[in-house]
């Protein structure tokens, strides 16, 4: 697997997460949800700050540096993978595809919320619960958009969950309560591929 290949996959899953994002952004209202399964499976319009699976990041009222924070983390994680990806393509022939693709899974994540949080509040204005986002009002800044979150899957119920275990829930006590979208599956996906089925090549 080369590195045009590389990053024609990287190039296609960040269009995959975009494209269901701005469909999602321009075609639903903020808190609506459209159910595709019956019982389990929902698309589900939120927004966050930046954070993975719908989880709130803030760190000041007058300007967010936890956000900035978070964005410039995710652009350097994409520069080090990167620079990874193409150091194992170059130095170790015998790296299996499947490390790359996972490699490959991971960048496009990663990149496909860095476009949300760099763009978003530049070209779409502020969605509410009662209209629909359109392209050209200001809500923020570059670097301040917001993130996109549609896959939701309210399992069951769980009732008198333990303290501990509360972030499995959402505020209905719905198992699994986070909300997410492509780019985190990618992230998701990859990591535990990668730590279950690449460990022999990374424990070398």
Do not use: C
């Not at 917001?146 to 939701?152: L, Q, R």
């Not at 119920?157 to 492509?182: I, K």
């Amino acid at each position: 697997m080369n590195l045009k290949k590389i990053s024609l996959l990287v190039l296609l899953l960040v269009i995959a997460d975009q494209a269901l994002k701005i469909w999602v952004k321009t075609h639903m209202h903020l808190e609506e949800s459209i159910t595709v399964f019956p019982d389990w499976f929902q698309l589900h319009f939120i927004e966050n700050k930046g954070a993975a699976f719908g989880m709130r990041l803030s760190l000041g009222d007058t300007y967010d540096w936890g956000k900035l924070l978070l964005g410039l983390f995710r652009i350097a994680l994409v520069s080090v993978i990167g620079w990874f990806t193409a150091h194992l393509y170059r130095s170790r022939p015998d790296t299996p595809k499947g490390v790359f693709v996972g490699l490959a899974l991971i960048l496009a994540g990663a990149l496909g919320n860095i476009l949300d949080s760099a763009f978003y509040g530049l070209l779409f204005s502020e969605s509410t619960p009662y209209t629909v986002a359109e392209f050209g009002g200001h809500y923020a800044g570059f670097m301040m958009g917001k993130v996109v979150d549609m896959f939701y899957f309210p399992l069951f119920q769980w009732e008198n969950v333990p303290r501990l275990l509360e972030f499995l829930v959402d505020r209905n006590n719905y198992f699994f309560g986070a909300v997410f979208n492509l780019a985190d599956a990618y992230i998701s996906v990859a990591v535990v591929y990668l730590l279950v089925f690449q460990f022999r090549f990374f424990s070398k």
